[in-house]
């Protein structure tokens, strides 16, 4: 089972990315999935989380307003729109997985047990 994160790059401050999270060897469709970030000398922090059925979404203070997360259970992927980027928002995301199906997964990074490699953004000023 993996997940593989891509959609990162550099973009200048107030621009947009959308990030991609494409999970292989099991459906994820049961499953409430999240997006976290690690910038530079910080710990991982909790940006984004959907529940399996997409119907209820969770955000970090930081990002409300401005990224939108989502999933395409069709797909077996999990986006997430980052709008008006700032650099403070540089990191390398990672997604995951919660480690049960049906359980609910937020912001807590115990909650989940599967993660992608992580993709790089790097917002310029």
């Known amino acids: 089972v993996q997940l593989q994160a891509s959609g990162g790059g550099l973009v200048q401050a107030g621009g947009s990315l959308r990030l991609s999270c494409a999970a292989s060897?099991?459906?994820?469709?049961?499953?409430?999935m999240g997006w976290f970030r690690q910038a530079p000398g910080k710990e991982r922090e909790f940006v984004a989380a959907?529940?399996?059925?997409?119907?209820?979404?969770s955000y970090a203070d930081s990002v409300k307003g401005r990224f939108t997360i989502s999933r395409d259970n069709a797909k077996n992927t999990v986006y997430v729109q980052m709008n008006s980027l700032k650099p403070d928002d540089t990191a390398v995301y990672y997604c995951?997985?919660?480690?049960?199906?049906?359980?609910?997964?937020?912001?807590?990074?115990?909650?989940?047990?599967?993660w992608g490699q992580g993709t790089q953004v790097t917002v310029s000023s």
């Open positions: 959907v529940r399996w059925s997409g119907g209820s979404t």
């Open positions: 060897g099991r459906t994820i469709s049961t499953y409430d």
């Open positions: 995951a997985c919660a480690v049960r199906p049906w359980q609910r997964a937020t912001m807590n990074a115990r909650e989940y047990n599967l």
